[in-house]
């Protein structure tokens, strides 16, 4: 019998880490009376298994259960789960993440809680409470961590920023995805980044953050970095804000230290400043930023959602790129050399998310990518990266390297500029 492409794949993963847990000798850490594996083999056995990655559709290990008992069992499914960690090609074993949840100040229920996921860099112990409970320490050695808060576009589920989080994660950064299911306009529930629609009017814009969901998360912080896991390692002084779509639009909007002097940075990817018609402002506004802080726009050619929602400003965009280059150009002054625009060829506005998921927001909107995704992906995660290292960290060989990108390009770069 021709079984799935998945059991198809699975099964000789299995055999084969049976095969290699067999032939491990057991060895005692610590004075514990229970025996593990010395699990040194993950990266050589996923080796094995190349073949059946290019000839089967792509799926994540998971430890089944099997008659094996004691340390034979523990050591098989720790590996098993070093392993669904991984993105194809590399074996992350180091990226750990617990959930949190937190209460938003004037919501109403049911819509007044916020759902974490908080990623950072672990080490592994050996504990019984790892092997029980799965709470993998942090790596003190690379703390304090400097905190990302990723806010996610509409409708957009959390887990398709996870991509980025894991590799932000294993620069030595702390990184939050929440998951917040509320009404920001009247009779529409969604998945949202939390959008203060109060803040966006003329007569309010720029008077106070556009992020609703920013002060719970900051409080919730506070928590973390008091008892847990992350106790004592969070650097609470440097909060970088990023986003897609509307949620890179809050992010920007709100990153300045007149709201919250703990943020240091900002960034956003399908962004821009754009102002609603029907909120009373002329056709083709773009609405200034804070323009206090580093900030990184990253914006697709192949941007479809952009280009085809121009109407709700009033105007057709000459390009999908348009406004998010005009935010650059007219809605902060810059003057610091901190600033950057880059504009990604070939991206669409949901290169950001991983993987696509056409069941929600408004995809059909979208253009083809023109571009191999997970390339555009690498590029965006190493810019940001290094966005960070550079300004928050203050890493001279990040600013040399963000400098050989404003020099001399990369094939995926249509334009990098930098005021």
Do not use: C
Not at 176 to 181: C, D, H, L, P
Not at 183 to 194: K, M, Q, R, S, Y
């Amino acid at each position: 019998m021709k079984l799935p492409p998945d059991k198809s794949t699975i099964l000789p993963l299995k055999a084969s880490l049976l095969t290699l847990l067999a032939i491990i000798p057991f060895v005692s850490i610590h004075g514990h009376k229970k025996d593990v594996l010395a699990l040194t083999s993950d990266r050589s056995t996923l080796e094995l298994h190349k073949d059946n990655r290019s000839k089967h559709y792509p799926v994540k290990y998971q430890s089944q259960s099997h008659p094996v008992t004691g340390s034979l069992k523990i050591a098989e499914t720790s590996l098993v789960e070093s392993l669904s960690d991984s993105s194809w090609g590399e074996v992350q074993v180091n990226i750990r993440a617990f959930y949190r949840a937190t209460k938003v100040e004037n919501a109403q229920p049911p819509y007044d809680t916020i759902n974490l996921k908080v990623f950072y860099p672990g080490k592994m112990s050996g504990s019984e409470q790892q092997q029980n409970q799965g709470i993998v320490p942090a790596d003190r050695q690379q703390a304090p961590f400097p905190v990302v808060i990723l806010f996610n576009g509409f409708n957009t589920n959390p887990e398709l920023y996870k991509w980025l989080a894991i590799k932000l994660s294993e620069r030595g950064m702390v990184v939050v995805t929440f998951a917040w299911v509320a009404e920001n306009f009247p009779g529409v529930v969604a998945l949202t980044p939390g959008v203060d629609i109060a803040m966006l009017a003329p007569d309010t814009y720029g008077t106070a953050p556009t992020a609703s969901a920013l002060p719970a998360l900051l409080t919730e912080l506070e928590r973390i970095n008091s008892e847990g896991i992350l106790a004592g390692m969070l650097d609470l002084q440097k909060i970088i804000l990023g986003g897609h779509s509307a949620g890179g639009r809050v992010a920007i909007e709100s990153a300045s230290p007149n709201f919250f002097s703990q943020v240091v940075a900002a960034f956003g990817y399908g962004v821009h400043t754009a102002a609603g018609t029907m909120m009373g402002y002329e056709a083709a506004t773009i609405l200034p930023l804070p323009d206090l802080l580093p900030l990184l726009l990253i914006g697709g050619t192949r941007d479809g959602v952009i280009a085809n929602s121009s109407h709700r400003y009033g105007t057709v965009w000459k390009e999908a790129t348009t406004p998010v280059s005009r935010t650059f150009h007219e809605a902060i002054s810059g003057g610091r050399n901190d600033s950057y625009l880059m504009l990604v060829e070939g991206a669409n506005h949901f290169s950001f998310a991983d993987p696509f998921d056409p069941t929600t927001g408004r995809p059909f909107l979208d253009f083809p990518a023109t571009q191999p995704e997970d390339e555009i992906r690498s590029l965006m995660a190493e810019t940001i990266g290094l966005f960070i290292d550079a300004h928050v960290r203050q890493q001279s060989t990040a600013s040399d390297k963000l400098k050989e990108l404003l020099n001399d390009g990369h094939p995926l770069i249509k334009s990098l500029e930098r005021k």
